[in-house]
């Protein structure tokens, strides 16, 4: 296992497992609305930090992982142990972790694409977006900003 993978995971697990205990004791005390508030404030945000480093793993170094998240929703939306996964995150409108990884992903790319790879594909020339290859491409896209940093 990569060492910072585990590192990054075991910091979230230590984070996240205290508040068990506190769920618990304020399920029966808080209507569903306000648990669900608790979860997005205290729980999410911890799995979506750093998502797109983290859970770029196998399956198998993550589970802890979802099964403290597991556990977590089921005791907030105080269900039984058997209840179906799918209900759990369907309920609260939200993804398994490997789930979330592959949103927090393809969220970056379209960003990426959309706004800063389209601004910069505009500006290079119409020879550079004609070349065939990607080694071409490339090498007249260096040498094309070899040419501009003269002007500076």
């Known amino acids: 296992m990569n060492i910072r993978v585990f590192f990054i995971n075991t910091r979230i697990y230590k984070k996240l497992i205290k508040y068990s205990s506190i769920f618990y004791k304020l399920r029966n005390k808080l209507p569903s609305s306000c648990l669900r508030s608790i979860y997005y404030a205290f729980v999410h945000p911890h799995i979506l930090y750093g998502i797109e480093l983290y859970a770029n793993t196998f399956s198998t170094y993550l589970k802890p992982l979802n099964v403290l998240n ?3 929703l089921i ?7 058997q209840t179906p996964v799918a209900h759990l995150y369907r309920e609260y409108q939200t993804l398994p972790i490997n789930q979330l990884f592959i949103v927090q992903i393809l969220t970056l790319v379209h960003t990426f694409f959309q706004y800063v790879g389209s601004v910069l594909w505009n500006e290079i020339p119409q020879l550079l977006k004609n070349s065939m290859s990607k080694y071409t491409f490339k090498r007249k896209l260096k040498a094309h900003l070899l040419n501009e940093q003269a002007i500076f």
């Open 70 to 72: 597991n556990k977590l």
């Open 75 to 81: 005791i907030l939306q105080n269900c039984r142990l």
